[in-house]
């Protein structure tokens, strides 16, 4: 049974800083697109950015800001926040699947569409930006 598990979320004004990180167990393979998504109240979910074949990816919004990190020792995946905006509130979601981010793009557009499949995910982590 695969697990993701979210925590750091919180509450932080404008241009402040937040570390989300997903604890994975479970695994029987090895996974080969793991990310994060959001959805913002009222709003689809949006991927955030995932990490394939050691590369990480980025959604525009948040490029330059938010830096994606694992540690396979760990079994963990970072998301670093830094200069946090109002329109990054969302409950933040860990995403993993077997295949990779480009295949699950191609089945649905973009890895980043809220149409995008992932097998796995955590049960989510509310970030709150106050301006």
């Known amino acids: 049974q695969v697990q993701l598990v979210e925590s750091g979320g919180g509450s932080v004004q404008a241009e402040g800083s937040l570390r989300l990180s997903c604890e994975i167990s479970g695994y029987t393979h090895r996974s080969y697109c793991m990310g994060w998504f959001r959805q913002p109240p009222g709003k689809e979910r949006e991927g955030v950015a995932v990490f394939s074949m050691g590369a990480p990816s980025y959604a525009d919004s948040v490029k330059g800001r938010f830096t994606l990190s694992k540690d396979d020792a760990k079994n963990t995946l970072d998301l670093q926040m830094n200069g946090l905006k109002p329109e990054d509130t969302a409950v933040y979601y860990c995403?993993?699947?077997?295949?990779?981010?480009?295949?699950?793009?191609?089945?649905?557009?973009?890895?980043?569409?809220?149409?995008?499949?992932?097998?796995?995910w955590g049960q989510g982590t509310q970030v709150t930006v106050s301006s």
């Open positions: 995403v993993a699947d077997i295949f990779s981010c480009e295949a699950i793009g191609r089945r649905s557009g973009s890895w980043a569409s809220s149409r995008a499949e992932y097998r796995y």
